[in-house]
């Protein structure tokens, strides 16, 4: 079982349009206690996306920006600096994803882009939800129970066509402990990277037996 974008994600998402003003935009923030916003146009479709730290800039100032922007290659803070809308303001183009898309993949896609949230949108652009880190982490209050039946059933049986009986499988806070005899490393490996990647798994403890190279058989 793994988790979709879909199952977390949510559906009730605070935007704006493009053509909102600076101080609405504001307003909304200290109203509604969020930090950041997606940014829609006319047609529900996701153009950018509109943080705090957008808005601090005209805080900032464009006189006090302007040397070290161009020192840096950041002159595009200059012009929100200087902005007055939503379309002004937003960084764009947004990082999004699918509502069909893994969790795992909206984990790695925030970290690899180093975001705190992900705009999903639809097949056409539209706006369907959000998924926010908290959302992600979610997958990881999956009960003991339901991974161990994973593990066994999917992993151990569909995945390595193995006997389920000749092992020992446990789960404790989402750490599974696996216990029993494999014929190779190499199946003894696969074994454990399958379970770290089942859904809602916090660790593995190894407890594997499998042949030695140069161990010898009984003669």
């Keep these: 079982m793994h988790s979709h974008v879909k199952d977390v994600m949510t559906r009730d998402v605070v935007s704006v349009r493009e053509t909102a ?10 109203e509604l206690h969020v930090s950041a916003f997606p940014v829609l146009d006319s047609g529900d479709h996701l153009v950018g ?10 805080e900032v100032g464009q006189e006090a920006l302007a040397g070290y922007l161009v020192g840096s290659g950041r002159r595009g803070e200059g012009a929100k600096a200087a902005g007055v809308t939503a379309a002004d303001l937003m960084s764009k183009p947004p990082v999004s994803i699918g509502p069909d898309d893994s969790v795992a ?14 705009p999903v949108v639809d097949d056409a652009g539209r706006l369907v939800g959000i998924v926010s880190r908290v959302d992600v982490l979610s997958v990881f209050d999956r ?11 999917e992993v151990i049986v569909a995945d390595l066509s193995l006997d389920p009986t000749a092992f020992d499988v446990s789960v404790n806070c989402g750490i ?11 199946i003894a490996t696969h074994l454990i990277t399958a379970i770290r990647h089942a859904e809602g798994v916090v660790g593995v403890r190894d407890r594997l037996c499998y042949p030695r190279a140069g161990d010898q058989g009984p003669a």
Excluded at 21 to 30: G, L, S
Excluded at 49 to 58: M, N
Aim: glycine content about 4%; charged content about 40%; hydrophobic content about 45%.
């Design 21 to 30: 003003e600076y101080k609405d935009i504001i307003a909304v923030m200290r």
């Design 49 to 58: 996306l509109v943080s705090e730290a957008d808005l601090l800039l005209k």
């Design 105 to 118: 993949g909206a984990a790695r896609l925030m970290h690899d882009r180093r975001v705190k949230r992900l």
């Design 143 to 153: 009960p003991d129970d339901e991974i161990r039946d994973e593990v066994v059933r």
């Design 176 to 186: 599974v402990t696996i216990t029993g005899q494999v014929e190779s490393r190499a």
